[in-house]
C-alpha cells in the first residue's frame, strides 16, 4: 500500500485526502438532528438577550472603573 501511495504522488494523496474528507463530512452531516425552526428561534432569543445583558453589564463596570480612574487622575498629588 504504502509503495501504491507513493507512486501516485503528491496531487494523487492530495486528491484522495479531499475525497475522504468530504465523504466524511456528508457522512457526519447526515447524523446530525437540526432543530426545529421554533427551536431555533427560541435558542436565537436566549442568545441575543444574553449578548444585551452582558454588554450592559460589561459597559457598566467599563464606566464605574472609567469615573474611579478619572477620580484618581485628577487627585492632587
Keep these: 500500500m ?3 501511495q507513493e507512486q501516485r504522488g503528491f496531487l494523487g494523496r492530495a ?3 479531499v475525497v475522504t474528507f468530504y ?3 456528508v457522512g457526519e452531516l447526515r447524523k ?3 432543530p426545529t425552526w421554533l427551536e431555533a428561534r ?3 432569543a436566549i442568545v441575543l438577550v444574553v449578548i444585551f ?3 450592559a453589564v460589561l ?3 467599563d464606566w464605574i472603573f472609567a469615573q474611579l480612574i478619572r477620580l484618581l487622575v485628577s487627585l492632587p498629588v
Design 2 to 4: 504504502a509503495k501504491a
Design 15 to 17: 486528491r484522495d485526502a
Design 23 to 25: 465523504r466524511e463530512t
Design 32 to 34: 446530525v438532528v437540526w
Design 42 to 44: 427560541n435558542l436565537t
Design 53 to 55: 445583558v452582558m454588554a
Design 59 to 61: 459597559g457598566s463596570f
